[in-house]
């Protein structure tokens, strides 16, 4: 069984930088292709960034673009999320999530194309 654990989140100041990291665990875990995602009070899931399974080509949402990076490191099975020049309009509940499909040059977008999900971590952004 696939797991996913997130960390990092907590409360930043508008303008800084935040780092949240996402360990997968489990059979095959490490082929996964992965992603984060959002979701603020009364809104839907929103896509942040997603990191293909092989060659970790990247692509992240319109709300982050050019703030934030992708990344991952296969010997510690961790894919990493840094936001820079936060903004209160990026307090949500991040979740990352893994793809099982063989996604090995593409970068899954839609929730719909994840299989696992992490429980979350809060990222909150004072203005």
């Known amino acids: 069984q696939v797991q996913l654990v997130e960390s990092g989140g907590g409360l930043v100041q508008a303008g800084g930088s935040l780092r949240l990291s996402c360990v997968v665990s489990?059979?095959?875990?490490?082929?996964?292709?992965r992603g984060w995602f959002r979701q603020a009070p009364g809104k839907e899931r929103e896509f942040v960034a997603s990191?293909?399974?092989?060659?970790?080509?990247?692509q992240s949402g319109d709300s982050v673009k050019g703030r934030s990076t992708i990344s991952r490191d296969k010997d510690k099975n961790t894919v990493y999320l840094q936001i820079d020049r936060l903004k209160p309009e990026d307090t949500a509940v991040y979740y990352c999530?893994?793809?099982?499909?063989?996604?090995?040059?593409?970068?899954?977008?839609?929730?719909?194309?994840?299989?696992?999900w992490g429980q979350g971590t809060q990222v909150t952004v004072s203005s």
């Open positions: 999530a893994g793809a099982s499909a063989p996604f090995d040059l593409y970068t899954p977008i839609s929730s719909s194309q994840f299989d696992v």
């Open positions: 990191i293909s399974r092989r060659v970790s080509n990247a």
């Open positions: 489990g059979r095959a875990a490490s082929t996964y292709a």
